[in-house]
């Protein structure tokens, strides 16, 4: 028997399929976002086995003035010494280290973040909603997404300092925004566009708003955008699932999407979810 397009297994299975495929979209940029801080990290750590052996023999060379009891000899190595930092220039290998180790610390932060936010995207939510902090999920997709779009995408973001809270499931809003970022690339194509993103909250309502620059969506397939399997892509490049997810998945939040703007200049989608109140104290 063929499945409900209705029921709750249907579009679980549907929202599987859908990440899925977007982390095969995703995997290759992740990937390369990957190799630059991995690519720094190693040239840092190569630098830094060229100055231990500098400061190893700095340092034994001090070790040996301070047990030496022979004036003459201490002397010597003193002179030792102060060829060595004439030779080295300690002082700058030593700040040099200070940067590579920041550097590599920072990089290596980069590769957690990414390598988390993946594995996160990647395991489907199975727990119950629980209160999340917005502008953490947005940064997540942004991530995730950052090699799809830093090369021809101008991203814009328009978002108030005070933190924006919600019931949710934090996988699925990840999905969510992963797929109207995405949507919006492709969208826009391999030209140069802009993207912009605006949040406010509206009552009890959280408004996230997501506009790109691209031809915008006709009026003959903008009825139909939404519908599971309906793609305007070439075959093999789309599921037709991007679309029907968001709007599930904004559903199942008791929220709605819609399209507010689809002209030449460019297609907006908003989407409403409702606002909880920031956690106790």
Avoid at 36 to 56: A, C, D, E, M
Wanted: proline share 6%; charged share 15%; with cysteine.
């Amino acid at each position: 028997m063929s499945q409900d397009p209705q029921s709750p297994q249907t579009h679980a299975h549907w929202q599987q399929t859908d990440r899925l495929a977007t982390i095969g979209i995703l995997t290759a940029g992740v990937a390369h976002e990957l190799n630059n801080p991995i690519g720094y990290i190693l040239s840092n750590l190569t630098s830094f086995q060229l100055y231990l052996p500098v400061f190893q023999q700095y340092f034994s060379l001090l070790q040996q003035i301070a047990d030496c009891e022979d004036a003459p000899s201490r002397q010597e190595l003193r002179q030792q010494l102060t060829l060595l930092q004439q030779q080295e220039n300690l002082q700058l290998l030593l700040d040099d280290t200070q940067s590579l180790l920041a550097d590599s610390v920072e990089g290596a932060h980069r590769v957690r973040d990414l390598v988390l936010d993946l594995r996160r995207f990647s395991h489907p939510d199975h727990a119950e909603f629980q209160l999340l902090e917005f502008k953490p999920l947005l940064a997540m997709a942004l991530r995730l997404t950052r090699n799809e779009l830093k090369t021809h995408v101008t991203v814009s973001q328009v978002v108030g300092p005070e933190p924006l809270w919600l019931q949710g499931q934090p996988a699925a809003l990840t999905q969510l925004l992963v797929n109207l970022l995405l949507n919006a690339s492709q969208a826009i194509g391999p030209n140069a566009g802009q993207l912009r993103i605006s949040t406010t909250q509206l009552d009890k309502w959280l408004q996230i708003c997501i506009e790109d620059s691209g031809p915008g969506i006709s009026d003959e397939v903008l009825p139909d955008i939404f519908k599971p399997f309906f793609t305007t892509k070439a075959p093999g490049t789309g599921t037709g699932l991007g679309l029907p997810i968001c709007q599930a998945i904004v559903q199942k939040h008791q929220g709605d999407i819609r399209v507010s703007r689809s002209d030449l200049g460019g297609a907006a989608f908003i989407l409403r979810l409702p606002a909880s109140n920031a956690p106790q104290q």
